[in-house]
């Protein structure tokens, strides 16, 4: 899942705008029909857009060249993107083209009452005086300190969230990601931006790569304090055929948390002071009979794969978990303050399997976590496929209901109290929180339902968690040798009835 830094590194985008005392916008240029910076207003609706995509597809593939006006110096590049400068419409401010990150200009126009006008002259509309191409853009705050929305790079753009903190990112489409080869990054090549307010921008992008192209319409909202919700549509065509698509894809990074274990690559960096370093940290997926999944996300050895049979699926996304600042103790990144993202497919999607994608990183500037869903249905070429979903920017946690969720995994040795470290076995602590457990004692009936062998488990057991009448905690030392299963279900259950989520966790060997 290799791929040029969205925005900024996390660092850096912690602290620039501090530094530079926030960057104030500028009156908006005029729209004026003699002005020369625009093109003349065109008739602009959905149904064209879908048409320039499905003919697009039509026609080879024709690869863009780079900006010959990259910038390629980072304090520059600052200056440009952050000084202050005009709008382009509103509260949108555009990015310039970067070296080596964003280098491709891109098409922006502006639309007003179903008319769009080109933008044919970015000169004088960047900070510091200074002109460049434009590579994306982000969405301002109406102070002009701050920004809550950005789109820069292929086709990635992210939230700040209710906590406005960038973290995780969205995509438009993800094109055999984490197979043999390389991966295809499919671009957002134009934009049509039509501000309806402050906080409400409906923007319109025009896809396009080797082996597709694709009409986008992403409707957002923000409200001050509160979830950021985009309602999604695409049209999909398909100039040949590709092996793994991938809907509503998502890209996060993370490098460790709590869970420890002697010489697995999750234990903490040895330098790092921080308790745990993730923008995301684990994928929750709601199936379409029901139950809820919940996977701990890790930073492996080596990348793998990992699939979610997710027929009709409810929901899925990579969450934020932890949210207490003490989980992190870093005063300059916040990680408790990310955003989780939740997908809710709109209609049926049909039958197809949620796919997990983790990479080993040494570093909390790389994206290192991908999570999508792809259809049964071979994608081959000619074909056209339009979808739909909601995308909920959050510091809530829309996975939760009723049942009992995973709130607090660790992991060690099984080795006795006193004796040598055994790093044949395993020995997992997990708690589960929820209504479903409130007032349950041990007497109750509660148990652990697991689905390793009965020859590789040296104890399994659940108790209420002392002091919480809602929690329990469950206990499971395992056996390493001859265990040839990779991964593991587990579950809270009182006779037929399930209390809890389904945690699924991969062994690390």
């Known amino acids: 899942m290799t791929r040029p830094p969205l925005l900024l590194t996390r660092r850096q985008a912690g602290t620039l705008i501090a530094s530079l005392g926030g960057a104030l916008l500028q009156p908006t240029p005029g729209l004026a029909a003699g002005d020369a910076r625009w093109g003349p207003p065109r008739p602009f609706h959905w149904e064209g857009l879908v048409e320039r995509a499905r003919r697009l597809a039509q026609r080879p593939y024709v690869a863009r060249h780079p900006s010959p006006h990259a910038v390629d110096n980072w304090d520059r590049f600052v200056r440009l993107s952050y000084g202050a400068a005009p709008a382009l419409t509103g509260t949108v401010r555009l990015f310039p083209t970067r070296r080596g990150v964003a280098p491709y200009a891109v098409g922006m126009h502006v639309v007003d009452q179903g008319m769009a006008r080109r933008l044919l002259d970015s000169r004088g509309l960047f900070g510091g005086a200074g002109d460049a191409d434009v590579a994306g853009w982000r969405v301002l705050d109406p102070s002009g300190r701050t920004d809550w929305m950005a789109f820069l790079g292929a086709s990635y753009f992210r939230c700040s969230g209710t906590d406005n903190r960038y973290g995780l990112s969205a995509r438009g489409v993800a094109v055999d990601t984490g197979l043999p080869g390389t991966e295809e990054f499919p671009a957002f090549t134009d934009f049509w931006i039509e501000q309806r307010g402050a906080d409400h921008v409906l923007v319109h992008a025009l896809l396009d790569g080797p082996s597709l192209s694709g009409a986008y319409a992403i409707d957002t909202r923000r409200r001050e304090g509160k979830d950021m919700v985009q309602d999604v549509r695409c049209a999909l065509f398909l100039r040949r055929d590709v092996q793994r698509l991938g809907i509503a894809p998502q890209t996060s990074m993370f490098l460790y948390d709590q869970t420890r274990a002697s010489g697995l690559p999750q234990a903490r960096p040895i330098g790092d002071w921080r308790p745990q370093v993730h923008d995301s940290d684990g994928l929750a997926i709601h199936l379409g009979d029901g139950e809820r999944i919940w996977r701990p996300l890790h930073n492996p050895s080596r990348a793998r794969m990992h699939s979610f049979r997710a027929d009709h699926p409810r929901a899925f996304g990579l969450l934020q978990r932890a949210r207490r600042f003490t989980q992190y103790e870093d005063d300059e990144l916040f990680y408790e303050l990310r955003p989780s993202l939740w997908v809710e497919p ?157 945690l699924t966790v991969t062994l690390e060997t």
């Open 346 to 502: 709109q209609g049926d999607w049909g039958t197809g399997s949620v796919m997990l994608y983790e990479m080993a990183s040494i570093s909390e500037t790389v994206d290192n976590i991908g999570a999508f869903w792809v259809a049964d249905e071979a994608a081959r070429a000619g074909q056209r496929r339009d979808l739909a979903y909601r995308l909920t920017w959050t510091s809530a946690d829309p996975s939760v209901d009723s049942n009992a969720h995973c709130r607090n995994l660790l992991l060690g040795p099984a080795s006795p109290e006193g004796a040598p470290v055994d790093a044949t076995t395993r020995k997992y602590v997990i708690d589960f929180h929820g209504a479903s457990l409130s007032g349950l004692d041990a007497a109750s009936g509660v148990r652990a339902v697991c689905d390793l062998p009965q020859t590789s488990i040296i104890e399994l057991r659940a108790h209420p968690l002392h002091g919480r009448r809602d929690a329990w905690r469950v206990v499971l030392a395992l056996r390493l040798p001859g265990l040839a299963q990779k991964e593991f279900r587990l579950f809270l259950q009182r006779g037929a009835q399930a209390l809890s989520e389904t």
